[in-house]
Nanobody, 121 residues
Framework: QVQLVESGGGLVQAGGSLRLSCAVS????????IGWFRQAPGKEREFVGA????????DYADSVKNRFTVSRDSAKNTVYLQMNSLKPEDTAVYYC??????????????WGRGTQVAVSS
């Protein structure tokens, strides 16, 4: 079993930056691929980005490429989502999620509870 706790959300103006953190505990951190997802009001949850357990593989949704970066710090058992050039349409609850298989990261087994990001125009 693995537990995930997101933090770092908040209110930011368009064009600004935020860094979300996902603290992972309860199991062997390095074994898990981690993904980020988001859900805006009235919309389905969507994939944002993911990183493999080694950090060697990365994937991003087209809507965030070249603006968002996923990274991991194994010493801190933490994965980050650096969000730059934020737009009002990035407003959503952001979730991190984990799975043992990077190929399954878009349908992960474990989920955090989310952190709210609001971008004002």
């Amino acid at each position: 079993q693995v537990q995930l706790v997101e933090s770092g959300g908040g209110l930011v103006q368009a064009g600004g930056s935020l860094r979300l953190s996902c603290a992972v505990s309860g199991s062997t951190f390095f074994r898990y691929a981690i993904g980020w997802f988001r859900q805006a009001p009235g919309k389905e949850r969507e994939f944002v980005g993911a990183i493999s357990w080694s950090g060697g593989s990365l994937d991003y949704a087209d809507s965030v490429k070249n603006r968002f970066t996923v990274s991991r710090d194994s010493a801190k058992n933490t994965v980050y989502l650096q969000m730059n050039s934020l737009k009002p349409e990035d407003t959503a609850v952001y979730y991190c999620a984990a799975d043992l298989g990077y190929s399954r990261i878009k349908s992960p087994q474990y989920w955090g509870r989310g952190t709210q990001v609001a971008v004002s125009s």
